[in-house]
């Protein structure tokens, strides 16, 4: 049996970062789901992604949401696209920047990639207003 390893500064500034950008509730779920198989898998992508280029100082935090929601729409990549729209709450990127995004998207990865993305960003607008409005009641 292996002892956990002791947890590094790059994963501690990962972790805080992927907090913020997605939110405890979001992040305490795929905490709870982590298992022995995706483990490592999760400990690269909170100290790569969110360690090492989400936690850079260089942009804001709504310049990399605007980034990601491009570069994952022009790759086809639905459930991410639609994790990082939800993000923007806490980004501060904004309706109008995912438009311009997306504009990009259209021009440098071709129209019907960024027609599929629309779609999505759209429904999941959607249900970002329909957990807002349920929440008020």
Do not use: C
């Amino acid at each position: 049996m292996s002892e956990a390893k002791p947890e590094s500064e790059r994963h501690a500034q990962g972790m805080q970062t992927r907090r913020s950008v997605l939110g405890d509730a979001y992040v305490n779920g795929a905490e709870a789901q982590k298992t022995a198989f995706d483990g490592p898998f999760q400990e690269l992508i909170v100290e790569a992604a969110w360690g090492h280029v989400w936690s850079r100082p260089q942009w804001t935090p709504r310049m990399r949401s605007i980034v990601t929601i491009a570069l994952l729409a022009a790759l086809g990549h639905d459930d991410e696209v639609a994790m990082h729209v939800r993000a923007t709450a806490n980004t501060g990127a904004t309706r109008e920047d995912i438009t311009e995004a997306l504009l990009h998207v259209a021009i440098y990865a071709g129209v019907p990639a960024a027609n599929h993305a629309i779609k999505l960003v759209k429904r999941t607008f959607a249900e970002m207003e329909a957990g807002r409005e349920a929440g008020d009641a």
